[in-house]
């Protein structure tokens, strides 16, 4: 089986709005899927077809190549979820939590318990309430119990809110070793695109419930805007420059002259010769890339400075 998670066409109208709309993706066996959109776009409605909560205007879910129904009970044992505020009993500790999920499991050996503590790195807090826990420690409590019966597929809504950026750092590499060494498909979908590019293997970014844009993300780096950066002290003669040579400047809003020509992108040292003569050398010159934020804007057709 290839594509452990698949959509196909996968609607959902809300009276009348379209919340999701003709969605189709694919997440195969060790594949880390990075879903990417501002607020309202669609990720969790999606999320929660997937999982067979809500269900489907139009279009069909797969998992493990079995179509998605609540009362195939068999596809959830293959597949760990975590979906928005990770749920935890309150007056439980972390270590009772994880033994009444695995009872809920009907997962008989108890061993699963400690074991998924040591990987998610909360064993030092086995006996403390989960209503006491930092929300980082929380979310870490919501993927132990989504991996206590070791699935194949692993659903997981903003699962680094909270967390600081250290550990932010360990969910990363835990995720991935997941996916790389075990083979699990991870759907993970989050509003923090600069961290989904370092952790998936596919981006899919979804606008107003459409799949806008879907890349690779070792590909993801090509699709970023260049420009080459320039500063001087008479910049209005600099742009005047620039402009009678064709190089088509504009300033900033951080009043520095910007060039997208690939000519000047691939030769600054051109750019910087021809400043020179005309006595104009530059006191900046720097080939910048596009950050991931500007981009996403960009695909998703906004004008800003930072997403979010
Ligand atoms: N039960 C519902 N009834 C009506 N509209 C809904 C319902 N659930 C979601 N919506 C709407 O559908 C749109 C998509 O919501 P969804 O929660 O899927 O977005 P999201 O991308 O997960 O956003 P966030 O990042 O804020 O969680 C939003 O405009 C939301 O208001």
């Not at 194949?152 to 990363?172: M, S, T, W, Y």
């Not at 879907?214 to 090509?222: F, G, T």
């Not at 064709?246 to 997208?260: D, Q, S, V």
């Not at 040292?269 to 020179?276: G, H, K, P, S, T």
Request: proline share 4%; charged share 25%.
């Amino acid at each position: 089986m290839d594509n452990l998670i698949q959509t196909e066409g996968l609607t959902k109208r809300y009276n009348g709005f379209q919340a999701v709309r003709d969605l189709s993706l694919c997440v195969k066996k060790g594949e880390i899927y990075g879903f990417i959109g501002l607020n309202g776009s669609g990720k969790t409605t999606t999320i929660r077809m997937l999982l067979g909560m809500v269900k489907p205007t139009a279009g069909t879910c797969f998992i493990s190549g079995e179509k998605v129904n609540l009362k195939n009970y068999a596809i959830w044992e293959k597949v760990g979820y975590m979906v928005e505020t990770p749920y935890a009993y309150p007056e439980l500790t972390v270590k009772e939590n994880l033994h009444a999920f695995r009872r809920l499991r009907l997962i008989a050996d108890p061993k699963v318990v400690d074991e998924v503590m040591d990987r998610l790195k909360l064993t030092p807090y086995a006996d403390k309430k989960a209503k006491n826990l930092s929300l980082g420690n929380a979310q870490r409590l919501g993927i132990a119990k989504a991996l206590l019966h070791k699935p194949e597929i692993l659903i997981l809504d903003e699962p680094v809110n909270g967390l600081d950026p250290a550990g932010i750092v360990e969910i990363r590499e835990f995720l991935q070793e997941l996916a790389c060494n075990e083979g699990v498909a991870i759907f993970i979908s989050s509003h923090l695109l600069t961290e989904i590019a370092k952790i998936a293997t596919k981006v899919g970014i979804i606008h107003e419930g459409r799949l806008v844009q879907e890349v690779d993300a070792i590909k993801l780096h090509h699709l970023l805007n260049q420009r080459l950066v320039l500063d001087m002290r008479e910049k209005k003669a600099g742009l005047e420059a620039l402009a009678s040579a064709g190089f088509a400047p504009f300033l900033n809003k951080a009043g520095f002259i910007e060039i997208y020509c690939k000519e000047a992108i691939h030769h600054p040292d051109d750019v910087a010769r021809f400043l020179v003569y005309q006595g104009l050398a530059p006191t900046k010159l720097a080939v910048e890339e596009e950050d991931l934020e500007s981009y996403f804007l960009r695909v998703i057709g906004q004008k800003g400075d930072r997403l979010l």
